[in-house]
């Protein structure tokens, strides 16, 4: 399996701008993870979801983030409009919930974002 | 949700075993205990989970207390390429229940 598959890996651009992360999970997991990790607050949980359906976005910063799943493939996380503190590394995972006992999670390389 | 707790930092020679601590002395009956790591400029990646007994697999050993309050990460021989952020998180069980609380970890760092 090519693992978790995020793209692009590297991401910069400028402030106001709309920046649109994208995330291929696991195939047959059935959940999906946000996270964004910085030196200030570390790794932190943004939204996930389960068959596709947002279950949890209660680390979503504020209304300028927005997350999809159309469908078990495919993700985004859209940040608009963009602001310097955005700025960080933006990982998404998968798992197969409910179908393992450690219902572990495969974390894809991340996406560095820098908002100048 | 329950904490862990661990050290910041520490240093291991190379080829030789490293003991990971964590507490986490509020832990729940149905906690899972977790250790997942993450290389530099890579995503975390899974290393070892258990409940209650001891565990073995081919990247580590997980040594949980018998009170549960307190586990131990072990690298039976360290190598250069075991240098990471080891992170202990604690996986409550049940629906509705699947945030992890990623801490900030043990930087483990190997020497020559």
């Known amino acids: 399996d090519a693992g978790v598959i995020q793209s692009p890996r590297h991401e910069v651009t400028e402030m106001g701008q709309e920046v649109t992360l994208r995330c291929k999970p696991i195939s047959g997991h059935n959940s999906l993870f946000w996270y964004r990790q910085t030196m200030m607050r570390g790794l932190e949980l943004l939204i996930y979801f389960n068959n596709n359906v947002p279950i949890d976005d209660s680390g979503m910063p504020e209304d300028r983030f927005s997350a999809k799943m159309p469908n078990a493939s495919f993700s985004t996380l859209k940040i608009q409009p963009s602001e310097p503190r955005d700025s960080a590394v933006y990982f998404c995972a998968s798992s197969a919930w409910g179908r393992e006992i450690a219902d572990t999670q495969y974390f894809g390389p991340g996406t560095r974002l820098t908002v100048l | 949700d329950a904490k862990t707790t661990q050290p910041n930092s520490m240093e291991s020679n190379e080829e030789e075993p490293v003991h990971l601590p964590c507490n986490h002395s509020?832990?729940?009956?149905?906690?899972?205990i977790h250790w997942y790591r993450q290389l530099p400029s890579q995503g975390p990646e899974y290393v070892i989970h258990g409940l209650t007994s001891n565990v073995n697999n081919r990247m580590a050993s997980l040594a949980i207390a018998e009170d549960r309050k307190s586990s131990t990460l072990i690298l039976h021989r360290a190598t250069l390429r075991d240098a990471a952020v080891y992170y202990c998180?604690?996986?409550?069980?049940?629906?509705?229940?699947?945030?992890?609380?990623f801490g900030t970890g043990t930087r483990l760092k190997v020497l020559a």
């Open positions: 998180i604690l996986r409550p069980m049940g629906s509705g229940t699947y945030k992890y609380i």
């Open positions: 509020t832990i729940s009956g149905t906690d899972y």
